[in-house]
């Protein structure tokens, strides 16, 4: 092999390698990847079964019922649709109704939203920002002027 020859097929060997490395990185972070739902956008969403999201929205006064040990079901609303969720595990100390909320997981097969995890806001002033925006844009929520 002549130099050119050589320094050509290390450039074309590193092209190559940094391909593979960045599909595998796409690739991976498709996988993880948890689109946000608002419940008013479920309706028309297509899912597959077990794709995971993230599930936003206010917890809707009066649907919050613990169950045996750690299990809790409760709505999320958007004011216009509702989605029953079920979780099993210990709640953040500022969850309750009426209150933004932003859960991940999937919905079961009897269509119930099953969330491994409740995020819930930290402050009398905070809301996630993608509720927020959802909220907003649906004219049911407005930012306090304190």
Do not use: C
């Not at 929205?57 to 750690?70: D, F, N, S, Y």
């Not at 595990?89 to 997981?105: A, N, S």
């Amino acid at each position: 092999m002549t130099r050119k020859q050589k320094r050509l097929s290390v450039i074309v060997a590193g092209l190559a390698f940094l391909g593979a490395a960045a599909g595998l990185t796409f690739y991976a972070l498709g996988q993880k990847a948890s689109y946000f739902y608002m419940p008013a956008d479920l309706a028309t969403a297509s899912l597959p079964p077990g794709q995971r999201i993230r599930l936003g929205g206010l917890v809707e006064k009066g649907t919050v019922v613990r169950g045996q040990g750690a299990t809790v079901v409760f709505s999320v609303t958007d004011k216009q649709k509702s989605v029953k969720v079920t979780y099993t595990g210990i709640l953040p100390d500022l969850f309750r109704e009426d209150q933004g909320v932003i859960t991940e997981g999937a919905f079961g097969p009897d269509g119930v939203f099953v969330a491994d995890s409740v995020l819930a806001k930290h402050d009398e002033r905070y809301m996630p920002k993608e509720v927020a925006d959802g909220l907003k844009a649906k004219g049911v929520w407005q930012e306090s002027t304190n």
